[in-house]
């Protein structure tokens, strides 16, 4: 549903014919088929149009709920049951910026005060006047009950969550095994056997990880991932995690570089503003750790950097390789759930499809966001990026934070 360009949709006259009654007429059945609820409403805020479906969510009846105004029919709360302001109202927003706005995390107050979790579109109705200038005349909302599907995905998550928890017990047992039976102060195998175990053992250890993924989707999925946002300079926090891959780099013939280091010490870098983010620090450093972990695996031979950028209030870390990089149809693609790239190079490599999946979700969470640059054959470059802070920024949130512990009772 985009923007709407309608000049007679709140009753002003065009000109009467047998046709446009016909239209109109067609409209009004289509719409009072349609599932999901329908709603037109005014500049002024008031409802224009209410569909069937519209009453059945609400719990409105059509009659009642037009010529009011949208905020007694459209109560809107979040998560915890508060109802929300006018900056997280899509309404409200959508009035305000002339934009369509989308959530799907709130709930609505029906009529006898219990509450359904929806999904709610809200597009401007746009008019030019006589001059050609653009306005909002109204806003069109599209609202669907998603109760029974957000209960059904819980169901799922629950499920996926439980049974990777039970598999990872006997995955270890197994791994246990393994490890003992390498080891040749405790048993004699000859070179073939332990090409073998070698082998199983790897499946194994590939098993573990997949469970240990799939048990932070459903965290993320069910928003339960749990959060501790600190103050940190991401450029102390990235050199640390790509020291701790350089060993691993080294192994594999690759020069991994911490571009921030390069030049150390030139007057340059005295200047630099410094890259405080405020973030939860294992979430970081796990997100960055599946970055450099990918470019190793994936680059044959040459160099990865890895750099941190401080620029226009956004602080942006990345990981660059001169790897097999990925065919631009596949881009849009690589943060998607299970999703791998599908030939020789990736075949070889393994993976669960889920790596890039769980990066998105860390860093959305942490009010970040994502990113990717890559030419076949060329190598890739992976960024995540947030809100810089000044140094008055940080400081009024580390009083907030000061403030919060004490009133927890922490010293």
């Not at 190793?296 to 620029?311: L, R």
């Not at 943060?335 to 790596?355: H, I």
Request: charged share 30%; net charge negative.
């Amino acid at each position: 549903m985009g923007e709407l360009f309608l000049g007679n949709i709140f009753g002003k006259k065009k000109g009467n014919s047998g046709g446009g009654a016909r239209e109109a007429a067609l409209s009004q059945i289509v719409i009072n088929i349609i599932s999901d609820g329908i709603a037109i409403i005014d500049k002024d805020g008031v409802i224009r149009l209410f569909n069937p479906a519209a009453a059945q969510i609400t719990g409105w009846k059509v009659d009642d709920a037009i010529g009011l105004n949208y905020r007694s029919v459209f109560k809107l709360l979040n998560s915890a049951g508060r109802p929300i302001d006018d900056s997280a109202d899509p309404i409200s927003s959508c009035y305000q910026a002339g934009n369509r706005v989308e959530r799907d995390d709130l709930f609505i107050e029906i009529e006898d005060k219990s509450r359904i979790e929806i999904s709610i579109k809200a597009a401007p109705i746009l008019v030019k006047d006589n001059s050609g200038a653009t306005n909002v005349d109204g806003v069109a909302v599209v609202v669907r009950d998603i109760e029974r599907e957000r209960a059904e995905e819980r169901a799922q998550t629950d499920f996926i969550s439980t049974a990777s928890h039970e598999m990872r017990t006997p995955i270890a047992t197994v791994q246990g095994y393994l490890e003992v039976v390498q080891n040749p102060n405790i048993c004699k195998i000859d070179n073939k056997a332990r090409d073998y175990i070698v082998k199983a053992d790897e499946a194994a250890k590939h098993l573990s990880q997949l469970f240990h993924d799939l048990l932070d989707v459903t965290r993320a999925d069910g928003n339960r991932m749990d959060l501790h946002f600190e103050l940190i300079d991401a450029v102390e926090a990235a050199r640390e995690i790509t020291d701790a891959f350089s060993l691993v780099a080294q192994k594999k013939g690759l020069n991994l570089v911490f571009a921030p280091d390069i030049g150390k010490g030139a007057d340059v870098t005295l200047v630099t503003p410094p890259a405080i983010i405020y973030v939860d620090l294992n979430r970081f450093n796990e997100a960055l750790s599946n970055y450099i972990e990918n470019a190793i695996k994936y680059t044959k031979e040459g160099a990865i950097t890895v750099d941190v950028i401080n620029k226009d209030k956004r602080v942006r870390v990345s990981v660059k390789d001169n790897g097999i990089g990925i065919p631009h149809e596949e881009v849009p693609y690589l943060f998607q759930k299970f999703y791998r790239v599908d030939n020789s190079d990736t075949r070889e490599v393994g993976g669960t499809g889920l790596g890039l999946y769980l990066v998105k979700k860390i860093v959305e969470a942490m009010n970040g966001v994502v990113g990717v640059e890559s030419e076949l054959g060329k190598g890739s470059t992976f960024w995540m990026e947030f809100k810089g802070l000044s140094r008055m920024e940080a400081v009024d949130i580390a009083k907030q934070m000061k403030a919060r512990d004490q009133r927890m009772g922490r010293s």
